[in-house]
């Protein structure tokens, strides 16, 4: 779900226009985004697609509808499922993707918001999503009473009802305290999220092995290892260093220090990392 990086006015753009629609269906968390769909006058169906998709926006005669893949073990108002509606609620809003739509210039869109790759309306899309569940004030509000950490951020996608990875992303941009995330996820490379302040110091790069090829003694692996029963194990934490996870940071490197990282099981999902830089 890592997002191809879009320029600050683009993004902030985006986060106005998903902003404006939260206040538009009263400005509560966690947000619902049915009546939005209801205000707009959009169908939706939800329903076991298969892996055909996420999500899909369609227009048909002046119709718009959505539809919202909730195979195997998702259900209707799943994080997942909220952050697709989120998504395909986006390729609605935003001028340049509904116009394309409407005008019949391109096909239904289906949606992976996991793959957004390099393909920017799909970031775009992610983008709206993410704004629309976590508005910005209201997140950072309750990040600043969360103690930074990877237990303030799972405390955090409990409150906006949002998957701890689509909250890690936000968390490392809005979090005071300069950190990264990396996701471990069965059979594909990790990815990282890093902080805007981290990377203008030059931590813009991060890298890992696969969780099973890290030491020993590691927190990202002793919560991978630990049972969890298919929820979330305890939150791990162990000393480490920069130059570990960052391709640029060598270990004489005057950026290399000693830095936390702390790490969860998300059941079969995979383990999400959080390093914090507690002395930048
Ligand atoms: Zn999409």
Redesign the pocket.
């Known amino acids: 779900m890592a997002y191809t990086e879009l320029s600050v006015t683009r993004r902030r753009w985006i986060a106005d226009l998903a902003e404006t629609a939260f206040a538009d269906v009263g400005s509560v968390i966690p947000v619902q985004p049915t009546p939005l769909i209801e205000d707009q006058g959009i169908t939706f169906s939800t329903g076991d697609y298969g892996n055909a998709f996420d999500?899909v926006l369609e227009h048909r005669r002046g119709q718009f509808h959505i539809y919202c893949n909730v195979r195997e073990t998702d259900y209707p108002g799943s994080t997942r499922a909220r952050f697709t509606v989120g998504?395909?609620l986006g390729?609605y809003f935003i001028d340049e993707h509904r116009n394309a739509l409407a005008s019949g210039r391109v096909p239904a869109?289906r949606?992976f918001i996991d793959k957004a790759g390099n393909s920017v309306?799909?970031t775009e899309?992610n983008t709206f999503s993410s704004h629309l569940l976590m508005p910005q004030h209201d997140f950072r509000k309750a990040a600043t009473k969360e103690k930074p950490g990877l237990q303030g951020l799972l405390n955090l996608s409990s409150t906006f009802n949002v998957s701890a990875q689509a909250t890690a992303i936000r968390y490392v941009e809005e979090c005071p305290v300069p950190c990264a995330a990396m996701m471990f996820r069965p059979g594909k490379r990790p990815w990282p999220a890093i902080s805007p302040m981290l990377r203008k110091l030059g931590y813009d790069y991060g890298n890992a092995p696969e969780v099973t090829a890290l030491p020993e003694g590691f927190a990202s692996r002793t919560a991978h290892e630990a049972v969890s029963g298919g929820g979330l194990s305890p939150v791990f934490e162990a000393p480490s260093t920069a130059s570990f996870w960052f391709a640029h940071v060598t270990a004489s490197s005057p950026r290399n220090c000693v830095i936390v990282e702390q790490a969860v099981r998300l059941g079969p999902f995979g383990v999400l990392t959080l390093l914090l830089f507690p002395r930048l």
Request: charged share 20%.
């Open positions: 999500g998504h395909e390729h869109h949606s309306i799909e899309a």
